[in-house]
């Protein structure tokens, strides 16, 4: 357990299966007697058999989850769902909040697979909350980790996908992956198209089984558990009328992302 | 095999081959059901909707287990109005019948959920009396035969589309609770849905589903599904859709020789995906010309020779 921000913490525990998943995937976390719910895996240690996630503190699960201590029993399922395609030449990745912990996985398996030249875009509210800004740093290089933040206490003030447009506007990309609010990756996705670029999101639904069956994450004539979490610009630009704009609630009825 | 040889009529439906999508599985919207029919199957269930909008239960509601999943999911449904422009978008892009699945706490809510869906555009309805995980509906109204006749002949006097009752395997005996649906007025039987179940988790000492209970579905389930289809057929004429751990063609084929006229899949979506439906039905195709039969039909119910 690490403390990483003052509302995210990043937990790793033993499991086997987990401990093989690739960047993009996503494990289904149990709390005993609370709740069980999705989370996308920041990284894994294959050796010691470990995985960790990333957690940042919303609502009844993630405090319980944030409240327990080290030996204290979890359950989990997964890992789930496709993986970011790693990608050759030069490369953007465009993390909001939490949303940025998938990707320093992503960074490093890109490092350490196809070696393409990484860029990278962070947003966050405030200076706290840009997780593993100096993880990336050291990954990427630090001339090439660029941050955003809404009350401009480091980086720009700006928000994550604006600071990306402007990236893209005078660097030319192989391919760009994004994580993040919804609004965010929606916009980051419309600034690929402008740009011609190839681009995955890595999207977020309410998720039960997890597993492709029961239809609570669906998006379009996708399950976001099965066929996604990572979509690509194709795949995205099939769903313009609901990716970014309306999401399932728990009866199944539509809602603003 | 021509095309035509797998055609089943269904009370008045009439399937272009026998496999069709069970209710609980996606089935929320029209895009989902369409990537299920692209997948082959003959007809589609929807989800299970009722009056009112529902949320269901907290997770965990699934659980893996040998050769099966417990759910327990608690009847998640934005509610017949909302629904209703699902039946619709649905009806507009499938070429396949569409069956709604309707749940109620009374024999007056089943109805005015069935006539909605109805006027919304479902080709039939399917009564879930067999839900085990949701109190005062579902398995509790189909595991009582005067009470499960009250509700088929509340529905049957409301609308006029096919009527089908989903049972439960949770029960005594399931052709009785069959024979009371038909009396009532049933036009098919779907049997079974999932078996009651639960499972604990050791360390904790916990049950993992929060709703404790849930239903058990997929191959672990197959061999009792198959004795209820076998018991139902004995005891009825009305046709049955045989449903619980179908995921080959030799298990459809089971199902259809113990008198099933038609079989559901859910379960097996999860490890062969839609395209499930298309192998299902190459695999019954090839059996019956290999065994020499015309029509899917006729093999309906050929265990009982014996």
């Given at each position: 357990m690490e403390a990483v921000s003052p509302t995210v913490k990043a937990f790793t525990f033993k499991d086997k299966r987990c401990a093989k998943a690739k960047p993009g995937q996503f494990l289904m976390l149990w709390i005993p007697g609370v709740d069980e719910i999705p989370l996308s895996i920041l990284d894994v240690d294959r050796e010691r058999a470990t995985v960790s996630v990333a957690v940042k503190r919303v609502g009844d699960a993630t405090s319980a989850l944030h409240n327990m201590k080290a030996g204290d029993h979890i359950g989990v399922r997964g890992p789930f769902g496709n993986t970011f395609t790693l990608k050759k030449g030069k490369v953007l990745l465009v993390g909001g909040g939490v949303g940025i912990a998938p990707l320093t996985f992503l960074a490093r398996e890109l490092a350490t697979k196809t070696a393409p030249k990484i860029f990278v875009v962070l947003g966050a509210k405030t200076r706290e909350e840009l997780i593993f800004l100096d993880r990336l740093k050291k990954l990427c290089g630090e001339e090439n980790v660029l941050a955003a933040t809404e009350d401009g206490s480091?980086?720009?003030?700006?928000?994550a996908s604006t600071l990306a447009e402007s990236v893209m506007a005078r660097e030319k990309f192989d391919a760009i992956y994004t994580c993040g609010p919804e609004p965010m990756t929606r916009a980051v996705l419309d600034c690929a198209e402008k740009f011609g670029v190839y681009a995955e999101a890595s999207l977020e639904r309410l998720m039960r089984c997890a597993i492709g069956l029961c239809g609570s994450c669906v998006l379009g004539c996708y399950r976001v558990c099965r066929d996604g979490p990572i979509f690509n610009i194709d795949q995205l630009k099939t769903v313009k009328s609901e990716f970014g704009v309306w999401k399932r609630d728990f009866d199944g009825k539509r809602i603003p992302v | 095999m021509g095309n035509e040889g797998l055609r089943v009529d269904l009370a008045g439906l009439s399937l272009k081959n026998p496999t069709m999508l069970a209710s609980g599985i996606l089935g929320y919207s029209a895009e989902t059901l369409k990537s299920i029919v692209d997948g082959g199957a003959g007809a589609v269930v929807t989800k299970s909707v009722g009056l009112k909008p529902r949320s269901g239960y907290a997770n965990p509601t699934v659980v893996q287990a040998s050769c099966g999943l417990i759910n327990?999911?608690?009847?998640?449904?934005?509610?017949i109005d909302e629904f209703a422009k699902d039946i619709r978008g649905a009806k507009a892009v499938l070429k396949v019948p569409l069956i709604v699945s309707v749940y109620g706490f009374s024999a007056e809510e089943y109805a005015a959920v069935a006539k909605k869906a109805v006027l919304a555009g479902a080709d039939a309805v399917e009564l879930?009396?067999?839900?085990?995980?949701?109190?005062?509906?579902g398995a509790e109204i189909g595991q009582n035969p005067k009470i499960l006749a009250e509700v088929v002949s509340k529905v049957k006097g409301t609308v006029d589309k096919p009527v089908f009752v989903k049972l439960s395997p949770?029960?005594?005996?399931v052709a009785e609770i069959a024979e009371s649906a038909v009396l009532a007025g049933a036009d098919a039987i779907t049997a079974i849905n999932t078996v009651k179940a639960m499972a604990i988790d050791i360390e904790t000492?916990?049950?993992?589903l929060s709703n404790k209970r849930g239903g058990l579905s997929g191959p672990a389930i197959k061999p009792i599904a198959v004795r209820c289809v076998y018991d139902i057929y004995e005891r009825v004429k009305a046709p049955i859709i045989g449903c619980g751990g179908i995921t080959s063609w030799q298990d459809a084929l089971e199902f259809m020789l113990a008198g099933a006229s038609a079989i559901q899949i859910g379960t097996a979506i999860a490890l062969k995906g839609p395209r499930v439906f298309r192998s299902v039905v190459r695999g019954i195709s090839a059996y019956l010309k290999r065994k020499g039969f015309r029509s899917v039909k006729e093999i309906v119910g050929l265990a009982h020779r014996c």
């Open positions: 480091y980086g720009v003030k700006a928000l | 327990a999911m608690g009847l998640p449904n934005p509610g879930n009396v067999s839900c085990p995980h949701v109190k005062e509906t949770n029960v005594v005996d000492a916990k049950p993992i």
